[in-house]
Structures are given as C-alpha cells and as structure tokens.
C-alpha cells in the first residue's frame, strides 16, 4: 500500500466529518476526496519533512477572499496531527484584527477608510509580532490569542480567546494578505476601482497601507519558513465566494439580532478595500510563494505547484 492511500485510509473520517460541518444545503463540497488524497496529503509530507521538533515551523498560507483558507488550512491541520503526530496550531491573521474601537481611532486620525477592517494597518502587528517571538522562544510559556468575530465586526471576549498550552511542532498562519509585498509609490496613483477614486483622491489611505507592508509586516512575513499560495482564476469570482461565506456567517448565527453580515453590494463595496493587494498578489505570488494550488471556477483545487524542494 501507497504511503498516500495509508494516510488517507487514517484522516479520512476526521477529514470527512470536517468538511461536513462546514457545508450548508446550499453549498455542498465536491470531490473532496479527490482534493485530501491528490493535493493536500502530499502537501503534509512535505510539511512533515521540513518541520524540526526542536523549533515550531511556519507554514504561511495565503488567498483571496473566500478562497478557502480556513477549510484548507484545517484540513492540514487535521492530518498532521492523525497521521504525523505534530502539534499543530492554526490560527488566521483576522483574528489579530484590531478591535472596532481602534480602528475608529485609527480612521479618525489617518484615513476614515480605516474603519474597515482587512487592509494591513488594521491588524494588531504587535500581538503578532509579540506572537511569534513567543512561540520561538526555548522557555516557552502558556499564551491566549485573540478570535475575531466576523459577524460582530469585533473581537471575541477574552474568555473565548485562543489558549495554546503547549509548543507547537508546526504554526499555520493563513490570511488573505499573508506574504504580500508592498508597491513602488507611483503605482498608487493610479486608481482601480470607484472607491478609491470617490474616498482616497489624496492617497493617504492607499500611501499608509503600502507603508504598513514596507515596514513592520514585511518583519512578519520574513519569519514565515514557508508560504502557500491558492490562486484563483479572477477577482470577480473572489467576490462570487465571498457573498458565499457571508450567507454561511448568517445561518451559522444563532443570535441575529446586532449582526454586522453584509448583502451583495456590500460584499462589492467591501471587496474594492482588497482589490489592489489582492490583483497584486495574483501577479507575484507565483514567483515567491513555496506551493501554489491552483483553482478552478468551481472552487475546487485542480492542480499544485512546488516552487522548493
């Protein structure tokens, strides 16, 4: 037996019931057995062979909106564990969001397109930072990390919060904007879509985003060991997936009463925040990123790229 059929046969219940939790009689997921076996069983192997128990390992992945990410990311997680015996610990850039009352501060002082949250500048960079240097230090102690609740547009209370007791083997750190490098300035000048030409006409928004990745995510992001990168075909279909999760975060909902989940023309509107990093790392992201997965109009992956051996 295939050292692939032999993880299969082992994840495949935990994997299963997974992916089950996260459909909706709406959207269900197709050939997952196909992407577990064919794409993401290989990928932990890979994984597995570069992680070092002496020092956690940071596996990086990225992607458009609704790309995914979660549910690949989980997937990885689930596997290294049942079958590779890792400690591993997942946790999403968006939960290191800066709470609602702080990017209020923070559009009030900068830009008032800083209220919404996503654009580097909206994250807490030194919980993150404070994150990373934590979890790579030989005395390692207990740690509490933040979640962030879409539905609220805020954070959890402390009391909901991340506890990870133990060092982890492998870190998987995923994130829609996760790796992304900044642009020369004269790039900004050009807009791309209707909201950066009606609310950032003086480009103090888009100069202090670019800014933010120049600088203290670019430390960030240089501590990543490795990066994955899922590829969508256009951003159009970003938006398409995007709806998806938003209709998803509403059912899943128990309470519906204060919700911050947004119709189609606000998942329109929201997306044009995303649209220059996201159409920049369409471009790049294939040149730098270790994996690239590749996917179809159907959400699904249809082939891998490894850039590194």
Same mark, same amino acid.
Request: hydrophobic share 40%; no cysteine; net charge positive.
């Given at each position: 037996m295939k050292l692939t059929d032999k993880c299969f046969n082992k994840v495949k219940k935990n994997c299963l019931k997974f992916i089950k939790s996260q459909e909706t009689k709406a959207d269900k997921f197709k050939n997952k057995e196909r992407m577990i076996k064919s794409f993401l069983i290989p990928l932990c192997f890979w994984i597995s062979k570069k992680a070092d128990k002496k020092r956690p390992y940071f596996v990086g992945l990225a992607g458009g909106q609704g790309t995914g990410k979660t549910t690949i990311s989980s997937l990885i997680k689930i596997i290294l564990i049942k079958y590779f015996k890792l400690k591993v610990f997942r946790i999403s850039i968006d939960d290191f969001y800066k709470t609602r009352k702080e990017r209020?501060?923070?559009?009030?002082?900068?830009?008032p397109m800083l209220l919404t949250?996503?654009?580097?500048?909206?994250?807490?960079?030194?919980?993150?930072?404070n994150f990373f240097r934590k979890v790579k230090s030989k005395k390692f102690k207990k740690l509490k990390l933040p979640t962030f609740n879409k539905a609220i547009d805020d954070r959890f209370k402390k009391k909901y919060w991340y506890n990870l007791n133990d060092k982890p083997d492998v870190i998987i750190f995923e994130g829609w904007c996760v790796g992304a490098k900044s642009e020369k300035n004269n790039s900004l000048k050009k807009t791309i879509n209707s909201m950066e030409k009606a609310k950032d006409q003086k480009q103090i928004w888009r100069k202090y985003v670019n800014q933010q990745l120049k600088s203290e995510y670019k430390n960030l992001y240089s501590q990543l060991n490795c990066l994955i990168y899922l590829k969508a075909k256009n951003?159009? !279909?970003? =938006?398409?997936?995007? !709806?998806? =999760?938003?209709?998803?975060l509403w059912l899943n909902s128990k309470r519906k009463s204060n919700l911050k989940i947004m119709n189609k023309e606000d998942v329109i509107n929201f997306m044009q925040t995303y649209q220059r990093?996201?159409?920049?790392?369409?471009?790049y992201m294939p040149k730098y990123a270790s994996i690239i997965l590749n996917l179809n109009s159907n959400h699904q992956i249809k082939s891998a790229t490894y850039k590194i051996k």
């Open positions: 209020l501060s923070l559009s009030n002082r900068i830009h949250r996503g654009v580097p500048g909206t994250h807490d960079i030194k919980m993150m930072l951003f159009s !279909l970003l =938006q398409k997936w995007r !709806l998806k =999760q938003e209709r998803k990093i996201t159409q920049n790392m369409f471009r």
